[in-house]
């Protein structure tokens, strides 16, 4: 090797250590969706379980965990910690920025590792409350935190808009045993879908999930149709409970505080689902035609019903792609909600799961209409 070779060699090694050590010196924000959930072994566990690790957090000496509940709209000063600080979001939405860089949203089970002496604030989101946990090592003075001046936000905070490339889901059997659910649910097919919920609590869908599946499928199918699934879900529970059946109840939403602005959170909801911008969803519906509709979409479809958190933004999306193919004649809403779903992360090859399980739940002519809506898309 030659001098001039020898000298690329070392050149690189410095770039390559000076790029690891800069990201090690910076917030690291972990997904709930990236972490590798497994299930666990049945030799330790009497029943299903499921566990996800999360990023190991660097720690000399003792620790301090502490439980830290924000309101809507509160957040910290800045700060810094001595040895790091590591935050994991238990509920709600909620919003962290290191000095000098955007401000970045963070969701329930989320996770993030601060370094030790980075400036950075945390707290909640404008309209939604939040609460971590926080596990911060303490220095050997007994010093866990520095807090520094108050955080100069503007009026009125904006989320950031969805990154241009999204990351690709892949499609679990939970979420695709929604589909069948909506399905018969919104054709008012009570006799299949009684096995479909059976199916989706096998598949792990939590009681309190498949009542959320009800209430946001309202909105769509109407309320006599949502109720007859909402009552059929009930007697079938009653009926698994005699046989001694206990299903997951699960989570509920978070409670936000009751001067929640769910339009305003409507229009920021569209933005993240449309990849537009706030300004484009801030725009009357109809060119103020009809107000009702408008605030009826915006404030308490986009607003409330996406706010309750049980069920993420794609498993909603599912549940209505699905809600309209079985509805049929409903082409441009259907080609709105497949864009979305394609928003969230779901590729041509995870669509076709969604089409084939329609397929089986609605047949060949809804589901061949629904295939032909999203080929336009292409």
């Known amino acids: 090797m030659t001098r001039n070779q020898i000298n690329a060699v070392l050149m690189m090694s410095a770039i390559s250590g000076a790029v690891l050590a800069e990201d090690k010196m910076q917030q690291q924000i972990t997904r709930a969706e990236q972490l590798d959930t497994q299930s666990a072994p049945s030799s330790n566990f009497s029943g299903k379980a499921n566990f996800a690790r999360y990023p190991v ?105 969805t990154p241009a490339k999204t990351e690709i889901v892949q499609l679990s059997s939970k979420q695709l045993s929604l589909i ?6 919104a054709t008012g097919d009570l006799e299949k879908l009684k096995p479909a919920l059976i199916k989706g609590l096998e598949n792990g869908l939590t009681v309190n999930e498949i009542k959320e599946v009800f209430a946001h499928q309202y909105a769509y199918a109407g309320f006599p149709r949502a109720l007859n699934g909402m009552l059929t879900f009930k007697s079938l529970l009653e009926e698994r409970q005699k046989q001694g059946i206990k299903d997951i109840q699960g989570a509920l939403p978070s409670t936000l505080p009751s001067d929640t602005d769910y339009y305003q959170m409507g229009i920021e909801r569209l933005a993240y689902l449309n990849k537009t911008s706030i300004q484009d ?66 590729d041509a090859a995870q669509m076709q799961k969604i089409m084939t399980v329609l397929q089986q739940a609605v047949g060949h002519d809804l589901a061949d209409n629904a295939q032909s809506v999203l080929k336009q898309l292409q």
């Open 281 to 346: 969803n801030s725009k009357p519906l109809f060119e103020n035609f009809s107000p009702t509709m408008d605030y009826a979409l915006k404030a308490h479809l986009f607003g409330y019903l996406f706010s309750r958190d049980n069920l993420a933004p794609l498993e909603r999306e599912i549940i209505v792609v699905s809600t309209l193919s079985a509805l049929g004649d409903v082409n441009a809403q259907l080609r709105s909600h497949l864009r979305i779903t394609q928003n969230l992360g779901v």
């Open 57 to 161: 957090m660097p720690s000399q000496g003792d620790v301090a965990p502490a439980i830290v509940n924000f309101d809507a709209g509160t957040i910290t000063n800045w700060h810094t910690h001595p040895h790091g600080q590591y935050l994991i979001v238990t509920e709600g939405e909620g919003r962290t920025q290191e000095w000098g860089k955007p401000i970045q949203t963070i969701h329930k089970g989320d996770t993030i590792w601060c370094p030790p002496n980075v400036k950075h604030w945390h707290g909640a989101s404008e309209y939604s409350a939040m609460s971590h946990i926080a596990i911060t090592p303490v220095a050997t003075d007994g010093k866990s935190v520095t807090w520094l001046e108050k955080v100069d936000l503007p009026t009125q905070v904006k989320p950031l808009k």
């Open 180 to 185: 069948p659910i909506a399905a018969f649910t």
